[in-house]
Nanobody
Framework: QVQLVESGGGLVQAGGSLRLSCAAS????????MGWFRQAPGKEREFVAT????????YYAESVKGRFTISRDNAKNTVYLQMNSLKPEDTAVYYC?????????????????WGQGTQVTVSS
């Protein structure tokens, strides 16, 4: 089992920045690729970013590319999502997740463990 706890969400004005953190406990964190997803009201959960266990070859949704950065610190069992130039359409509950697909994945159904989510609200 892997337990994931997100933090860092909040209310920010458009153009601002937030950094989300996801702390993992349980089984070996470094053996999992990690991902961030988000879900806005009335919409399906969507992929945001993923990073493999090595931290190399990160992948992003087109909507966040160039604005968001995913990273991980295996020594701290933590994955981060730095979000810059935030837009109102980034408003959503953000979830981190762990997958045993070691290269990472775009697909929610390939993730084994999920956090409870953290709310990000961007005002215009």
């Amino acid at each position: 089992q892997v337990q994931l706890v997100e933090s860092g969400g909040g209310l920010v004005q458009a153009g601002g920045s937030l950094r989300l953190s996801c702390a993992a406990s349980g089984r070996t964190f470094s053996s999992y690729a990690m991902g961030w997803f988000r879900q806005a009201p009335g919409k399906e959960r969507e992929f945001v970013a993923t990073v493999p266990w090595s931290g190399v070859n990160r992948y992003y949704a087109e909507s966040v590319k160039g604005r968001f950065t995913i990273s991980r610190d295996n020594a701290k069992n933590t994955v981060y999502l730095q979000m810059n130039s935030l837009k109102p359409e980034d408003t959503a509950v953000y979830y981190c997740a762990a997958t045993d697909h070691h290269g990472g994945s775009y697909y929610a159904h390939e993730y084994n463990y999920w956090g409870q989510g953290t709310q990000v609200t961007v005002s215009s």
